[in-house]
């Protein structure tokens, strides 16, 4: 197995890599770590500490791609998504993302149970036209997809989502699945395992440039994992 990851100011990342016996490749660009995305001979990619605009270049090569971070809290793991700052603007987009999240949950062996989160309770409508357009793309989704998911608008309730045990959970958009993210794991040190990257082909795990050594070694076992399973 061979693994590509970046390396940016946060040296973390060369840390976590000496906790393992496989072999990684090193970019220190962000042109390197896209010419590893695209080598036959490295199995995955992990960002590291490098900068964001990776995605902007693969989102060049693959527009509808977007993330899901997996994270965990008392033993039990669930993806959050969207997390990037650009991602899932319309109803469509969110579609695709539980569709997308569904599979890989399911191949995991387990059942997709599904968390909408919107900007405000059931009785928060008519405070803003923006709670308003939140709570309602929500309710469509369910409405449309009741009977194909497990699937439950949880409104702004996000703890609630949490301890039903939720294992996949849908921000209103990119920019507050980022902050919920930044909030969990940067502020409040929950479990992190990293962003899976989808609807594009290359294994690739984006992660944040602050991320602990033990963050790093999490997304590292989660590629890794990835790797082996589908190797079989």
């Known amino acids: 197995m061979k693994i590509a990851i970046g390396l940016g100011e946060n040296r973390n990342v060369l840390d976590a890599i000496k906790q393992f016996s496989f072999d990684f490749e090193i970019a220190k660009t962000n042109e390197e770590l896209i010419k590893y995305i695209h080598d036959p001979t490295i199995d995955g990619v992990?960002?590291?500490?490098?900068?964001?605009?990776i995605i902007k270049e693969l989102k060049k090569e693959y527009p509808n791609i977007f993330r899901a971070s997996i994270l965990e809290i008392n033993n039990h793991k669930f993806m959050l998504t969207p997390v990037g700052i650009d991602e899932c603007d319309t109803v469509d987009e969110k579609k695709e993302i539980i569709k997308e999240c569904s599979?890989?949950?399911?191949?995991?062996?387990?059942?997709?149970?599904?968390?909408?989160?919107?900007?405000?309770?059931?009785?928060?409508k008519g405070r803003s036209p923006k709670i308003d357009k939140t709570i309602d793309e929500c309710d469509k989704i369910v409405e449309e997809l009741k009977n194909e998911y497990n699937i439950k608008h949880y409104h702004i309730l996000i703890e609630e989502a949490i301890k039903d045990h939720a294992n996949i959970i849908v921000a209103p958009d990119g920019i507050i699945g980022n902050i919920i993210f930044r909030s969990l794991v940067l502020v409040s040190g929950i479990t992190s395992y990293g962003a899976i990257t989808l609807k594009q082909p290359n294994r690739y795990i984006d992660?944040?440039?602050?991320?602990?050594?033990?963050?790093?070694?999490?997304?590292?076992?989660?590629?890794?994992?990835?790797?082996?399973?589908?190797q079989k």
């Open 46 to 53: 992990i960002r590291g500490s490098l900068e964001s605009n």
């Open 103 to 124: 599979r890989i949950i399911s191949k995991t062996g387990n059942t997709p149970k599904i968390a909408l989160i919107s900007g405000g309770r059931k009785q928060d």
């Open 207 to 230: 992660t944040s440039r602050s991320q602990s050594v033990q963050g790093y070694v999490n997304s590292i076992r989660l590629l890794s994992s990835i790797i082996k399973s589908e």
